[in-house]
């Protein structure tokens, strides 16, 4: 069974930085692409990045919105991707999800809360 | 960017009845590997997103048949043919043929 566990939300601070992991069991990790996604309160869907497989060249795309401030990466060993989120604003403020590369299965997410 | 425009805005169906969301995109969704970029999800009350539909039309595992997908290019059809309690819930249609991938704004689905 496909399972994705996200952690590391949080309450903090606007300017500074937070590191989300997604922990991902039930298939092989290190053949796919991972994917972020928010959902500010009350609000659509947003996709945010993902890093492709080691055979893609495990390279990341971002939404324009965080690219420069957000960083993607993954340990295949571990199979665990994470997304590094610097210089925080309040417009961050949102349920952070992943998914793997098919997009069909998603963790149940973890509440990250920019805020002074 | 590929603006999604997803209609209506919400819906209020009696169980057993059909229901149909539309999705258009800006830009066709056919990719030039043959593939259209196309998916359905459904969100209900304090879940993530569940995956209903894959490429305009192929149903996910455990999906019931009763959840149709349809449509080429730009536009794009989500039907329920018969509305149960359990179909409750914020449909997206999101597309991801390219960057940045983009959903529709949802359509709220509500039983009578």
């Known amino acids: 069974e496909v399972q994705l566990v996200e952690s590391g939300g949080g309450l903090v601070k606007p300017g500074r930085s937070l590191r989300l992991s997604c922990t991902a069991s039930g298939f092989s990790f290190g053949d796919y692409g991972l994917s972020w996604f928010r959902q500010a309160p009350g609000k659509g869907l947003e996709w945010v990045g993902f890093i492709r497989s080691k055979a893609y060249g495990g390279t990341a795309e971002y939404a324009a919105s965080v690219k420069g401030r957000f960083t993607i990466s993954r340990d295949d060993s571990k199979s665990i991707a994470y997304l590094q989120m610097n210089s925080l604003e309040s417009g961050d403020t949102a349920m952070y999800y992943c998914t793997e590369g098919q997009v069909a299965f998603w963790g149940q997410g973890t509440l990250v809360t920019v805020s002074s | 960017e590929i603006v999604m425009t997803q209609t209506p805005v919400s819906l209020s169906v009696t169980p057993g009845q059909p229901a149909s969301i539309s999705c258009k995109s800006s830009q066709s969704l056919l990719h030039s590997d043959g593939k259209t970029y196309l998916y359905w999800y459904l969100q209900k009350p304090g879940q993530p997103p569940q995956l209903l539909i894959h490429?305009?039309?192929s149903r996910f595992s455990g999906v019931p048949d009763r959840f149709s997908g349809s449509g080429s290019a730009t536009d794009f059809t989500l039907k329920i043919s018969r509305v149960e309690a359990e179909d409750v819930g914020i449909y997206y249609c999101?597309?991801?043929?390219?960057?940045?991938?983009?959903f529709g704004h949802g359509t709220k689905v509500e039983i009578k």
């Open positions: 490429e305009v039309s």
């Open positions: 999101m597309q991801s043929k390219q960057l940045p991938w983009t």
